[in-house]
């Protein structure tokens, strides 16, 4: 399965899963451009995996402040993206609610997102998906810049809120 940019846009108003349910965030907050790949049985853990795109603009707004002359995508969008995705597989699994970043187990940053990048690729490898009491996702993700892991986060978790 995959989704297009105009899918993409359309999560982060809200209509593609269901008024109340899964949402990405809009504008600034938007983290990635396309879903290339969404599998409900693959990845690692065969419990599910995603792939994504984000193409990266020299005037992205966050590299205007981060670092003033030394302009670099903070790490912590990348982790967001990582959120983000994992919440949009839940959705697409059907889970009702809004979903809810809920922490994270690991974080590793090996490498840095410049200006000059072209586009970073996310890989997201659900662990597992817990229906009740509370529907939730745990994955492992991974941030790539030309084909090399730069960021590695281990039990992302999700939940989604009624």
């Known amino acids: 399965m995959q989704f297009s940019h105009s899918d993409i846009l359309a999560m982060s ?12 965030p809009s504008d600034q907050m938007l983290m990635l451009d396309e879903i290339t ?19 990266i603009k020299p005037d992205h707004w966050f590299f205007a402040c981060h670092f003033k002359g030394d302009p670099v995508m903070p790490g912590c969008l990348g982790l967001d993206a990582l959120w983000q995705l994992l919440g949009v597989f839940l959705g697409y699994s059907g889970l009702p ?16 997102i410049y200006p000059d990048t ?28 030309n084909g090399e892991v730069i960021y590695r986060a281990t039990d992302l978790k999700v939940g989604m809120i009624c």
């Open 13 to 24: 108003e809200g209509s593609f899963f269901g008024k109340g349910n899964a949402q990405l």
């Open 97 to 112: 609610g809004r979903g809810r970043a809920l922490g994270v187990g690991n974080v590793r940053f090996t490498g840095q």
């Open 37 to 55: 790949h969404l599998d409900t049985s693959g990845g690692q853990y065969q419990k599910g995996f995603l792939q994504a795109q984000f193409m």
């Open 118 to 145: 072209k586009a970073i690729e996310y890989h997201i490898h659900v662990k597992r998906v817990i229906r009740k009491p509370l529907a939730m996702g745990i994955a492992d993700g991974f941030v790539l810049l």
